[in-house]
Every structure is written in C-alpha cells, then in structure tokens.
C-alpha cells in the first residue's frame, strides 16, 4: 500500500504561483510515474503533468511553459511548480502514484485562483 500526503494548495491572486508538494509513503517502488491531476467543479478529472522516476516528463498543453512537474527520489516527493496562474485553473489538485500497475490517489488539495 502507498499513501500519498498533498500540500501547497491556497488561494492565489491571477498570475500568482504556486508550489504542490506530493509524499509518498509505504510500499514505494524504484519504477513508477507520478502525476497531478485536477478536478474543477462539474467537470472531469484531467491530466496536468506527470513524471517517471527517470524524469521523462508530460505536460497537459493548457499548463505548458506554465508549470513544472519535477520530483526528488530520496524524499520520495513530486512538486508542481505553477506559475502565471489563471483563475480557469481553480480546482482540486489530485496527486497520482502509478506502479506495479496500481494507482493511488493522494486526498486532493485545493487551489484557487482569484482576485
């Protein structure tokens, strides 16, 4: 079993930033992907960003040259740097963990973005 522990969320003024973190904890595999996923009100969960444990990197192309995904192995942590943010990218911040073809799911965060 992995937990995952979110943090970082808020609220934030557009074009401010913001920093997510994600840890991991519990059965932690070398191999793996991790992700962050948000959730808007009355809409679908959706891709951000995710990063393998070798660094390959995804970007969803609403957030490209925005944010960036980058992840510390010793500390088993994954980071979402978001900057120039956007009040269209309020939502519920989910941290995903992928191995051994099971995906855990971190409890969200919030982020809100507004004057």
């Known amino acids: 079993q992995v937990q995952l522990v979110e943090s970082g969320g808020g609220l934030v003024q557009p074009g401010g930033s913001l920093r997510l973190s994600c840890a991991a904890s519990g059965s932690i595999a070398s191999f793996y992907a991790m992700g962050w996923y948000r959730q808007a009100a009355g809409k679908q969960r959706e891709l951000v960003a995710s990063?393998?444990?070798?660094?390959?990197?995804n970007y969803a192309d609403f957030v490209k040259g925005r944010f960036t995904i980058s992840r510390d192995n010793a500390k088993n942590t994954v980071y979402l740097q978001m900057n120039s943010l956007k009040p269209e990218d309020t939502a519920v911040y989910y941290c995903?963990?992928?191995?051994?073809?099971?995906?855990?799911w971190g409890q969200g965060t919030q982020v809100t973005v507004s004057s």
């Open positions: 995903n963990r992928k191995q051994y073809n099971l995906n855990y």
């Open positions: 990063i393998t444990n070798s660094a390959f990197t």
